[in-house]
C-alpha cells in the first residue's frame, strides 16, 4: 500500500511524463488528445486522493524524503489537511481545465508552445503544495513561475503578449526574492530549512514583522494584491483561456496557500497587528479589483480583474482569521478561516468557469472585446446558460456558492464586537462595509459583462455568425455549473470537510453542519443565524413555476412577436445600444472620478458644423502611473547612465579595477 | 399536527403578503392623489390593473431572449420569498430560520441581477440607461443595508429577523442613538431600493428621467404584472421590515394562540396604514433629485449606518 503522499508525487511524476510525452508528440495531430487525456486522469485521481484524506480529516500526516535538492537536507514533502485541501482545488481545476482542452486545444495554431508546459504547469502547483522544506518550496514555485510564464508566451507574436511576460517576469522574480528573504529569516541564523525545524523555533517579533510584510510582498504579488497586481490582468488573459483559468482560478490559490503555510502555520500564534495589516490590503484590493473590472471592455481582462477582488475577499477572511486567533477566540477565527477557504474553493469553480465561458465566445467569434460582441444568448444558448450560472455565482446572489462564502464573511465580521483591540474593533465594520461595497459593484461588473456580450444585438459580424462550442468545452462549463449549485445548496458538506484543516491550523473548528435539520448552515447557533441554500432555492421554483402556471392556466398564455418599441425613433445600428462603457458610466462618475480620475471629454462641434461630436473617456491608471512607471524611469534612467561604463578604453577600465581593490582593502582594514 | 399548523401559519403569512401588497400601493396612491386635492384612483385600481395585465397578450420584442421571459417569474419569485421571510404578525415561523436579513438582502439582489439583465437583453438604449442608473443605485444601496444589519446584529446578537424582532421587542432596548441611526439609514435605502421620490419617480413615463420604468420599458402583458407585483411587494417588504425591527409593538410570539395572531394581524395593518400615510406624504413633499445627486443622498445611508455601527463598537448602550 503506498503512502497518501506518494500516491499524491507519483501523480505528480506522471503529469511529468505527461509534459516529456507532449516534447515528442506535440507536432503529431493527436497530441492534444493524447496529453490533455492523460492530465485529466491523472488529475482525477489526484483530486479522489486528496479528497479522500480530506473527508478522512486524520489528525497524522504522510511524509517523504527524497535524496534529491540541497545535499544535508534533501528535498521533504508532505502531505497534511491543508494541503490536501488546495491539492484538491488545484487537481480539480486542472481535470477542468484538461477537459475543457481536450475541445478547445483542437484550435490551438501552435500546440507545441502550450502541450508541455500545461502538464509541467500543474505538477509544478502540486509540488509547491506538497513541498515541507523552504529550498523544495522555492525551487518548485519557480518551477510554476516559469512553465505559467511559458504559457503566457504561448501566442507571443499577438500585439500586448510580450510586455505582458515580461512584467509577469519581473513581478515573479521579485516576489521569489521577498519568498526567500522571508524563509531566510525564518530559519534563522541555525539555517534549518525544514518546515519542521522552522515551526519548532521561536521567532522574535521584529522577525514576524518582516516574514509578513515579505510574505505578503511574495505571496501576494503571486495571488494579485494590489498594489502588486499590475501583471496579473496582463498575464492571464494573454494565455489560451484553459490556462486563463487555470492561472487565475488556481495558481492564485497556490499563492494564498503559500501565505497560509507560513503565516498561519509556521509563525505560530499570531499578534493582533498583523490582522490589521493583511485586513487593510485585503478590503482595499477588493475594492480596486472589482472598480478596475467595471471599466475594462476586455472580457477576459475583466475576469482577470475580478480575480484581483476575489483574493482581497480571500484576504479579509485570512485578517479576520488572523485577529480573532491573535486573542485566542478560536471559533470565531475557525468561522473566518472556513469562509476564506470556502471563497478559495469557490472562485476557483466560478472563475474557471467564466474563463472558459470566455474562451468559447473567443474560438467562437475571435473576439474578446465586449462591445464588438453581444446577442449570444441566440447563438450560444448552451454556453451561455452555463456563463449566466457563473455570473450569478460570481455576483454572491442566492442561493449559489458565491453567497454562501459572502455571507460567511459577514458572519465573521459580526464576531468583532469581543475583540479587545479598538484598532480591529474599529477597523472591522468598514472592512465589512468595503466587502459589501464589493459584493455590490460585482454584481453591476458581471451584469454589465454577461448583459453586453451574451444580450442585445450583435454588434459585430463575426458576432452575428457564431456557433455552438463543442462538447468537451460545453461539459467542462457544464461540471463547473453543477457544482457552482450544488455547493451553494450543499454547503454544510465544504464546511466540515474543511474542519480539519481548521483544527490543523486554529486548534479549533465550527460545529458540525451536516446533522443540522434540513441540512442549514448554523455557523455558531441557532437563535444568531442561520441559512438553507436548499430550501431558498426549493422555495424559489415553487413560487415562480407555480406563478407562471396559474397565470398560463387562468389568464393568459398568448403572445405575439413584434419590433421593440423605441418611443417613436427605432434606432436602425446595434452601434447604438448600451455599450460596456456606456453601461460603467454611472458608476464611473460615482467611483471613478477619485480612483481613476476620470473625465468626460464631450467635443461638441458648433452650430452649423457638420461634424459628429464626440465622447472621449480619460482614465488614469494611477497605481501604474505613480507607482511603477516612476520605478521604471529611474531603473531606465541609471541603466542608461551606467551604459557609459560600456564603451571605455583599456586604460580606463583598468584604473577603475585598481581604485576598486583599493577601496576594498580599505574597508577591509577599517573593519577588522 | 403542530407541524401542520406551523404550515398553516407560514401559509397564512405568504398569502397575507401577497394579498396586503397591490392594496398598500393603491392606499399610497390614493393619499398622494388626494394630497393634491385629486380624486384618484380607487385603493384597489393595481388589483385591476394586474387583473387586465394578466389577461392581455405579451407583445414581445423580435430579439428577446428566453432569460426575457424568465426573468419576470423569476423576480416575482424571489421577492415574494424574501417577504414571505420577514415576519409580519408574528415572529418564529416556521421557515423563518431558511435566511437571515443578509440573505433576504441578497434575495433581492438576485431579483434586480435579472430585472437589470432583462433591461439589457433587447438591446435598446432605454433598457441600457435603466439597467446601469439601476446597478448604479444598489451598488451604493446595498453596503448601506448591510451596515444597517450590522448594527442590528450588534444590538440583538443576531441576524435572525424573528430573535432580532423578539429581542427589540422587549423592553430592555429602549430608545438608542445607533438605532436611529439604523432607521434613518433604512428609510434612505428603502426610498432607493423601491424607486420612490426623490431617488426616481414610480409614476413618471419621461423616459431619461426614469431608471426602474425604463429598465421594465419592453415588457408588457402578464411579464409586466408579474414585474408590477413583484415592485409591490417589495415596497411592502420594507415597510414590513422597518415596522417587525423598528416598531414591533404588538407582534404576536410564534405559537401564542389565535387571538395573539389576530391582535398581530390588525397591529400590522394599523403599521402599515400609518407608513403608507407618510411615505405619500413623504413623496408630496419632495421634488426627484438629479440621478448624480443620488450617490451622495445614499453615501448620507452608508455613513449613518457606519457610525451606528461604529458607536455600538464603542459601546454596548449607545
Known sequence: MMSAVALQMSCVAALLAAAALAIVLSRSRNAAGVVYGMTMTISVVATAAAMNWLIRGAPETSALVLPVGLPWLGAHFRLDNLASFFLVVVNFGGAAASLYGLGYGHHETEPHRVLPFFPAFLAGMNLVILADDAFSFLLCWEFMSLASWALVLAHHREPGNATAGYVYLVMASFGTLALLLAFGLLAGPAGDYGFAAIRAAQHAPGAVGLVLILMLLGAGSKAGLVPLHVWLPLAHPAAPSHVSALMSGVMTKVAIYGFIRVIFDLLGQPAWWMSVIVLFLGAVTAMMGILYAMMEQDLKRLLAYSTIENVGVIFVGLGLALGFQANGMRLAAALALTAALFHVLNHSLFKSLLFFGAGAVLTSTGERNMDKLGGLIHRMPKTSFAALVGCVAISALPPFNGFVSEWLMFQAVLQSPDLPQWALKIMVPAVGAALALAAALAAACFVKAYGVTFLGRPRSAPADAAGEVDRYSLAAMFVLAGLCLFTGILPGLVIDALSPVCIDILGGRMPIQVNEAWLSIVPIADSRSSYNGLLVMVFITICASSAAFFIHRFASRALRRGPAWGCGFSDPVPAAQYSGESFAQPIRRVFGTLAFHARDHVEMPPPGDVRPARLRIELHDLIWERGYRPIAGAVAFSAGWLNRLQFLTIRRYLSLVFATLVTLLLVLAIWS | ?318
Open chain 2, 1 to 318: 399536527m403542530v407541524v401542520i399548523s406551523d404550515i398553516m401559519v407560514q401559509g397564512a403569512q405568504m398569502l397575507l403578503v401577497l394579498l396586503l401588497a397591490p392594496l398598500l400601493t393603491g392606499f399610497v396612491r390614493k393619499v398622494k392623489a388626494r394630497l393634491v386635492r385629486r380624486e384618484g384612483a380607487s385603493v384597489f385600481q393595481p388589483y385591476r390593473d394586474l387583473l387586465r395585465l394578466m389577461r392581455k397578450e405579451v407583445v414581445l420584442a423580435d430579439n428577446a431572449s428566453w432569460l426575457f421571459r424568465v426573468t419576470p417569474y423569476v423576480t416575482f419569485a424571489a421577492i415574494w420569498v424574501a417577504a414571505a421571510l420577514v415576519p409580519t404578525f408574528a415572529t418564529g415561523l416556521l421557515f423563518n430560520w431558511t435566511a437571515d436579513l443578509i440573505a433576504i438582502v441578497a434575495l433581492l439582489g438576485s431579483a434586480r441581477f435579472f430585472l437589470a439583465l432583462a433591461g439589457m437583453d433587447v438591446g435598446t438604449s432605454f433598457g441600457g440607461i435603466g439597467s446601469s442608473r439601476e446597478v448604479m443605485i444598489a451598488a451604493l444601496a446595498e453596503p448601506a443595508m448591510l451596515l444597517m444589519v450590522f448594527c442590528l446584529a450588534l444590538v440583538a446578537g443576531s441576524t435572525q429577523l424573528s430573535t432580532v424582532a423578539n429581542v427589540l421587542a422587549s423592553s430592555y432596548v429602549g430608545l438608542r442613538v445607533s438605532l436611529g441611526m439604523a432607521l434613518i439609514a433604512l428609510i434612505m435605502v428603502a426610498l432607493a431600493e423601491n424607486g420612490r421620490i426623490p431617488i426616481d419617480n414610480p409614476a413618471t413615463h419621461l423616459e431619461l428621467t426614469m431608471v426602474h420604468e425604463a429598465m421594465v420599458l419592453e415588457y408588457s402583458g402578464r411579464h409586466l404584472a408579474m414585474i408590477e407585483f413583484g415592485a409591490f411587494l417589495k415596497l411592502l417588504l420594507y415597510i414590513s421590515l422597518i415596522a417587525c425591527v423598528f416598531m414591533p409593538w404588538k407582534i404576536a410570539v410564534f405559537g401564542s394562540g389565535l387571538v395573539a395572531y389576530a391582535v398581530g394581524a390588525g397591529a400590522y395593518v394599523v403599521k402599515l396604514v400609518v407608513a403608507g400615510f407618510l411615505l405619500a406624504l413623504f413623496e408630496t413633499a419632495t421634488a426627484k433629485m438629479r440621478v448624480f445627486r443620488i450617490p451622495q443622498f445614499l453615501g448620507a445611508a452608508l455613513m449613518l449606518g457606519l457610525l451606528g455601527t461604529l458607536l455600538l463598537f464603542v459601546s454596548r448602550s449607545f
